[in-house]
Nanobody, 115 residues
Framework: QVQLVESGGGLVQPGGSLRLSCAAS????????MGWYRQAPGKQRELVAA???????NYAEAVKGRFTISRDNAKNTVYLQMNSLKPEDTAVYYC?????????WGQGTQVTVSS
């Protein structure tokens, strides 16, 4: 069993930055693919960014060049650095851990981009 706890969300003005963190329990974190997803009101949950155990990354087109996903295996933590935030980035952001057929989700953290 893996438990994920997100933090770092909040209210930020357009053009601002936030860094989300997702701390994971478990000793094999380094073998998991980690992802950040988001869900805006009335919309489906969508992938924002993912990072594999080997460090390769992929991003949604909407966030390329603005968001950066990274991981610190020594701290069992994955990060999402979000720059140049836009109102359309407003959503609940969720952390997901994947290992073979197992998936685990965090409880989510709210990000609101508004002036």
């Amino acid at each position: 069993q893996v438990q994920l706890v997100e933090s770092g969300g909040g209210l930020v003005q357009p053009g601002g930055s936030l860094r989300l963190s997702c701390a994971a329990s478990g000793s094999i974190f380094r073998m998991h693919t980690m992802g950040w997803y988001r869900q805006a009101p009335g919309k489906q949950r969508e992938l924002v960014a993912a990072i594999a155990s080997g460090g390769s990354t992929n991003y949604a087109e909407a966030v390329k060049g603005r968001f950066t996903i990274s991981r610190d295996n020594a701290k069992n933590t994955v990060y999402l650095q979000m720059n140049s935030l836009k109102p359309e980035d407003t959503a609940v952001y969720y952390c997901k851990s994947s290992y073979y057929s197992s998936e685990y989700w965090g409880q989510g953290t709210q990000v609101t981009v508004s002036s």
